[in-house]
């Protein structure tokens, strides 16, 4: 069975069987980036554009040790050093890359939405790896990845989602992934960071982190993103860690086993404390490892086949 | 047959026969392109410097994607990020590269004659993909071969240049090419971009876009390279429009095929209209598409043979 | 015999047996340089990031054509375009990629210890190049390479190392590398650019160029860093080319078959004029290729055997 469409948009446009064939494809290709020889063959002479027009380590430096494993080839664009100083608009770029026949491209932009015309456009498989607050669909991706891979299911797991949940796309993505594979979701943050409108998402709401917290088995903390926010959302980063970090006493609340969760990278001492994240429960550096195998996975359903 | 030279610097120095050998294996290298696995082994084992001291998409890209389907193993330098900000020269910077056994350069550099002082330096073949406002042999090629593939030959057909030819270094590229293989080139532009002692490039010039067009087979649009002009050769950038902009009813007075050319990125609006650029005429996306079977027909002819 | 070591950080952790085994490796590699096909499988499946928080032609070029020639998969970080200017401690950098399952991690930055710490915290193979003002053992080890190859030899030889002794890290790599092969080093410079402490390299010092030159089997002049110094260290450039700059006049108290080596990128006319630079005495090219060499024999050692 493969995966029977073009691109990889949002969690919205998977269905739960999609969902689940990705998560069993990565889990049989993590093994690659174990062996001595980290690389096969299955997308050979495939051709992959990395577009980011957001600055970015992991996701990209991830797409790209993805693709290699499979011996496509890379190409990367980013934004400085791209006619994109020269004026030229996201369609025409996507137009002109299109002509050179790449099979895919995995694409980070700041304005929501971007992805899903660039996949209007084109025949090449779009995949979305970040569009301003909408959605980052591997990220979810992989984090349902991790929590199955440790839990053993998603379904009826607690999962307690922190932070800007406003200014997130992380957050939108994976509380309704993890909303469809079952789990119960509930959302925590300051006022000034839960968005109107948040019912849509589906999954209650508190300004209390201690009631989210309480009897999760996943806690997934967002990024404060000081780049973007310009510092009006909270008085200062010291009182954000002190009402919304993630501490060691606050992780008491939650169960036991609780796993502990970031799409990184990390405000040690901001939303995270220090201890937490390098502590027992984080799984953390698991979701960079899975990073890797869902791209891989995604990558594989979407060239592999015959198309 | 062979190319006969090391280097790919302007089209001066190409002859018709060596233009013809070019396109020739320009097309039949072009279908790999379209193949599912985009690749053959011609160049395995070479090595190719992108270098680029100006910013780029498409063109770094269509290098890049050149020579990757070639097997080629490309490594990409851009000035921001390099020796230069240390404040070595251009001839130190090459002997440097030079001593890395490299098989081609692909340079770009914002000063005529770069890439001819490179080729001078270095025995590694040397492609100029841009010298200031001297010369572009590569785009002159992919604009030939785009003209030749829908016209089915490029002799005796009337090719109009319009825009900023003083700084085009595509308008003086392609008129010596056009006018090389037979065609009939007219320039036109206002006259703040017509530079003094245009008639050497033995093409006639008017300032009347309605005159170049007018049984016009072929119609290269130049892009107004706001970033290099500073806005003082036109008095707006809706009054060039106007007066130089190609619309709809300026094409009536060409011939009924027309090709609508540009060597992108383009400007909407300003030097050709939305509606010419997207229209039936416009062959701008198969330049795109044939500039990369281009750079693969020249990295395969200058690398592919025993040297 | 391998490598017993899993990272190459410094000179000190080197001994004179691995020296040897590197450079001999490196010496055998270095002819694949010069095939029509520049490949070998060797490293087919390793995947190697470059990590370059400061800028770098040579260097980062020289690793990323050393790999490839070894066709491992080479992903390249810069501090621009990464998650640095996001904030991110380097602990938290490190542990991302080396849950990428990387072979090797090339790094280079601003801050002295910065390739150690990072080898203390990934399984992956850490090189450094270029620590702050520490080291850069790579740089060294070519430049042995260089003189062994021209000379036959390193023991007994005179080698002076003229200029910003205090600041660099090639006068320090180079001055413990080729005294623990049994050169005579002796250091100069002015009186603002000799460190405190000097003695602890265990090389004589000298204020007068004439006196390291006299005799000299060797000279490597290092780079005047204008980026790093802010022009307090001494005067003028021209007073600088005066008093400590080399010139042909200088060399004739050398030996007769001295060799001039630079690491490059030079500042002509300021610490080497240009006729040195470019005239019978000066192996600064050869520096280059063997730079390349070098780190083929050092991602072999570490990475080509069985681990």
Do not use: W
């Amino acid at each position: 069975m493969g995966l029977s469409k073009k691109d990889i948009l949002d969690i919205e446009s998977l269905s739960v069987e999609e969902i689940e064939l990705i998560l069993d494809t990565a889990e049989s290709l993590k093994e690659i980036s174990t062996r001595p020889i980290k690389k096969v063959p299955t997308l050979r002479g495939k051709t992959i554009v990395n577009f980011f027009y957001e600055p970015s380590t992991r996701t990209r430096t991830s797409f790209e040790i993805a693709a290699k494993r499979l011996s496509a080839d890379t190409v990367g664009i980013s934004a400085s050093a791209s006619s994109i100083v020269k004026g030229e608009t996201l369609v025409d770029t996507a137009r002109n890359l299109e002509a050179m026949n790449p099979d895919a491209i995995v694409i980070r932009h700041k304005s929501a939405g971007a992805a899903h015309m660039l996949a209007g456009l084109v025949d090449a498989s779009v995949i979305n790896s970040g569009d301003g607050m909408h959605a980052h669909p591997t990220q979810a991706l992989l984090d349902m990845m991790t929590v199955r891979e440790k839990k053993g299911r998603l379904s009826a797991l607690r999962v307690a989602i922190i932070g800007d949940i406003a200014h997130s796309r992380v957050a939108r993505s994976n509380t309704l992934g993890f909303g469809k594979m079952g789990a119960n979701v509930i959302l925590a943050g300051p006022p000034t960071m839960i968005p109107r409108g948040i019912e849509a998402l589906g999954a209650p709401f508190t300004y209390h982190v201690a009631e989210a917290i309480k009897d999760a088995d996943v806690i997934i903390m967002l990024r404060i993103q000081k780049e973007r926010q310009g510092g009006y959302l909270f008085p200062s980063e010291r009182e954000y860690a002190q009402c919304y970090g993630l501490t060691t006493e606050r992780i008491a609340g939650a169960k036991e086993d609780v796993l502990i969760m970031h799409p990184g990278p990390i405000n040690r001492g901001v939303e995270i404390a220090p201890d937490v994240a390098d502590g027992p429960y984080s799984v953390i550096l698991d979701q960079v490892a899975n990073g890797v195998a869902v791209r891989m996975a995604i990558l594989y359903l979407l060239l592999g086949g015959p198309r």
